[in-house]
């Protein structure tokens, strides 16, 4: 899986750099610098403009893998870690960790538990982040989700408690969190146009160096190509779906990574993917993989009750619904002019 991660992210880095190096004759000479490497279980590429690029990239990749080293479940080192084998009791954290934690909260607060940041049991019995996958019993589901609650997660200051038992995950928010404050790094060291492509999750800082915006593909639950294209500048684009990380059993079905709360089982719904387009990736991050286990009706709704994003949801039954702020900036690719496509209103 982690290899068609990679070969999936030099494809998509592939395209951007692509569409940016068709401009660079017409714009500005500016020294363009590259860095990509593995972290947060994905394949990481940045891209920067300007003389600083290169350094700024470097600082950028310290700030992604050190955010790594604080919020891994897997590695003993890690915040996370130690708070979720802390048997109850409280443990101090970095103000990073304490940043994600509250903000996590507050989104599952905002979608009524469908970001679950205690969701690590039930993750952990599916085996998602150990690489042995397995199918846990019925049973075994229903006595784990009695550890899964965030509204039994106390934040104070710096310091954590989970009730025993408890885990945490920030799967569905680090790589988000971790974009904005790569792209602050950046602004730091003065850089003013840069591409992040954190495992198919996309921020972007400025616009190109010759002044036009971005071309972003926005990926496709069905074939892991480009869906199509939004023309943006200065904003983040994360897609989430059950079709990146999965397993089948030995009857051919599919389990994906994405849990529904409520029930411990990979969300099942009417949704192929869900794509925010907002101006922080923790945004983004946070309400795609929400909306994703609300399913089409819910998503909609939230939409319509809360402001500053846009969303793209494809459904199984090859629905496209895209909100009326992005519309005019998103082309369809060609393989795709087959959904129907459907505006979605305030
Ligand atoms: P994303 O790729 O951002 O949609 O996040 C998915 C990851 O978040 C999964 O691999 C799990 O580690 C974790 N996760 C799964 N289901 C949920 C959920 N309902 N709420 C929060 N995190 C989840
Ligand atoms: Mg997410």
Redesign the pocket.
Known sequence: MRKNIIIYGVFLFFILTGVTACTKSQGPIEKESQISFLAMDTSISLMAYGKDAEIALKKAQEQIQGLEKRWSVTDEESEIYKINHSDGKEVEVSKETAEILAFALQMAKQTEG????S?YPV?SAWG??TEEKRVPLKEELADLLMYVGYKKIQLSDNSVQLEKGMQL?L???G?GYAGDKAVEVLKKCGITSALLDIGGNIQILGTKPDGENWNIGVRSPFYGDILGIIELSDCAVIT?GNY??YFADKDGIIYG?????QTGYPVENDLASVTIIASQGKQC?AL???L??MGLDKAIEYWRKNDGFEAILVTKEQGLYITEGIKEKFTLKQAYDYLKVYEVNR
């Open positions: 469908a970001l679950e940041p969701i993750v998602f982040t995950d799967g569905a928010v790589k989430s990146e990380r990574h994405i849990i529904n709360p991050d795609s993989t929400a994703f286990v």
